[in-house]
């Protein structure tokens, strides 16, 4: 069965800390794609990062960074040097082939204080 | 620009009087998607729209319809909101019905059920 966990339910850090959100998921499908979503207080979900199956690439921008595990079937997201805008929801989200939905894990809070 | 509009972004009603609640995009995607998302949890699928094949999920209550007049516009309509209700509904939108497309969302409209 599809699943995804966020086993952090809340983490707190100061400004410029380096922070790491994990991920965990469970397929049985060979192609899936992942994907993190933010959700700052606004409400509104903001694409990330999309990853497939096939591409275990890591993947830096700017301050976030990717780490994509098969092995380990994990998908973590590190914000270097967070900031207070930083604060938010993170999602991480699965889809599995032949669907167009996605598997959402439960989130982690994340708050930065300066 | 936003692409996905929800209207109102707040939402009062009373216990048993319908509502709707209302999504537009300037996209010209395919999918329209409804979810709920109730306090500190993942945001969860209602239904969607692939053009104007409606899709159900099964545990979502017959409370809650939608329509989809033409591309650009979803309604989430509840016919007789219940305090169970009171949740941030979230309109999102994909260029298409597969597991690589990436979802956009909209700001969301927070319920409030008195």
Known sequence: ?114 | DAMVIQNPRYQVTQFGKPVTLSCSQTLNHNVMYWYQQKSSQAPKLLFHYYDKDFNNEADTPDNFQSRRPNTSFCFLDIRSPGLGDAAMYLCATAPGGLAKNIQYFGAGTRLSVL
């Open chain 1, 1 to 114: 069965a599809q699943k995804v966990t966020q086993a952090q339910t809340e983490i707190s850090v100061v400004e410029k800390e380096d922070v790491t959100l994990d991920c965990v998921y469970e397929t049985r499908d060979t192609t899936y794609y992942l994907f993190w979503y933010k959700q700052p207080p606004s409400g509104e979900l903001v694409f990330l990062i999309r990853r497939n199956s096939f591409d275990e690439q890591n993947e830096i921008s700017g301050r976030y960074s990717w780490n994509f595990q098969k092995s380990t079937s994990s998908f973590n997201f590190t914000i270097t040097a967070s900031q207070v805008v930083d604060s938010a929801v993170y999602f991480c989200a699965l889809s599995e082939e032949n669907t167009d939905k996605l598997i959402f894990g439960t989130g982690t809070r994340l708050q930065v204080f300066p």
